[in-house]
């Protein structure tokens, strides 16, 4: 098994739970849109960017709008977000996260991050550990959304790292599907049942150390 030499982060649901703020928008915007939005519809949103979140919602109430309407509402839907992310202060972090990459820091370990969002930089330095991380492959820099493995292979080339010698924790399905095509290890965060493809699932960076997690994949 090759060495495991980095780590790469998603955002939301791993390092944050910005899910709640995006419920809150899309829910508010599927209410104008007159189309009903449930808990269960925004766990299909994990991982997937904001233009195809919208036309799933779409697809789901049996209606399209033109492409002025639908930039409007996803810009709608964002300013939402944003009044609710801007609210949120360092502390807001799920737990264990923070000190998870200080310890992987020390272990000289290679860190970045591999999210769908726009906003990445902006909720990183709001929480004040934008400087944890290496690089930063967000939704302004990828071209194709998870299951595809892109924003994650940016990650790698970035970091110089084979992909087998870096782990991925993912909160979504899509984001471990997008792992595992990639090449990478996997650790889940969240249900083992949603995130079954995953090589180990953990409830959050809180339960193991990072050397404790790697001596998981490596046994
Ligand atoms: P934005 P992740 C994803 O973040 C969210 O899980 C997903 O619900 C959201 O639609 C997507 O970011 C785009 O976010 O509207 O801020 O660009 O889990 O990949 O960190
Ligand atoms: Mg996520």
Known sequence: MAPIKGFLFDLDGV????????????????????????EADNEKLK??????SLEKILEWGHTSLDAERF????AK???????????MSADEALPGA??????????????????????????????????SFECIIDGTKITRSKPDPQVFSMGAEFLGIEPQSIVVFEDSQAGIEAARAGGFRSVGIGDPK??????????????????????????
């Open 194 to 219: 949603i995130l079954a493809d995953a090589e180990i699932v953990i409830s959050g960076l809180h339960q193991f150390s990072p050397t404790e997690i790697i001596n998981k994949l490596n046994f």
């Open 71 to 74: 930039e409007a509402m996803m």
């Open 15 to 38: 390092i944050v739970d910005t899910a709640k703020f995006h419920f809150k928008a899309w829910q508010k915007l599927a209410a104008e849109l007159g189309i009903h939005f449930d």
């Open 77 to 87: 839907k964002n300013d939402w977000y944003l009044d609710f992310v801007k609210e």
């Open 98 to 131: 923070k000190d998870f990459l200080a310890a992987s820091l020390a272990l000289k370990l290679r860190v970045g991050l591999g999210s769908a969002s726009k906003n990445a930089e902006l909720i990183l330095n709001l929480l004040q550990i934008h400087d």
């Open 47 to 52: 991982g997937v960017s904001r233009k195809e």
